[in-house]
Nanobody
Framework: EVQLVESGGGLVQAGGSLRLSCAASGFTFDAYAIGWFRQAPGKEREGVSRITNSDRSTYYADSVKGRFTISSDNAKKTVYLQMNSLKPEDTAVYYC???????????????????WGQGTQVTVSS
């Protein structure tokens, strides 16, 4: 059974930091790309960052470049999202997703994502 389990969300003041974790099981972790997405109330889901486990290449949305860092521990089958200098507009439910198929139409980070976690809430107060 494929599982993606996010953790690490919480309430933080603007300017603070959080580290999200995405623990994966049930698929060949090394072969997949893992993406972080977020959805704020009343807004569409948007891509935040992506790492390809095979070559550790990374991709970031412009809105988080320089503030967020994605990393992967293949031995632990876990992907992390270090979020620094958080802003109130970063408030959202954050999801991780896994995909192996390269997208043939524009998709965030260039992959189709087949598996999704349940999400973790991040709230940044001003």
């Amino acid at each position: 059974e494929v599982q993606l389990v996010e953790s690490g969300g919480g309430l933080v003041q603007a300017g603070g930091s959080l580290r999200l974790s995405c623990a994966a099981s049930g698929f060949t972790f090394d072969a997949y790309a893992i993406g972080w997405f977020r959805q704020a109330p009343g807004k569409e889901r948007e891509g935040v960052s992506r790492i390809t486990n095979s070559d550790r290449s990374t991709y970031y949305a412009d809105s988080v470049k320089g503030r967020f860092t994605i990393s992967s521990d293949n031995a632990k089958k876990t992907v992390y999202l270090q979020m620094n200098s958080l802003k109130p507009e970063d408030t959202a439910v954050y999801y991780c997703a896994a995909g192996i198929r390269v997208a043939t139409i524009p998709r965030f980070g260039g992959y189709e994502y087949d598996y999704w976690g349940q999400g973790t809430q991040v709230t940044v107060s001003s």
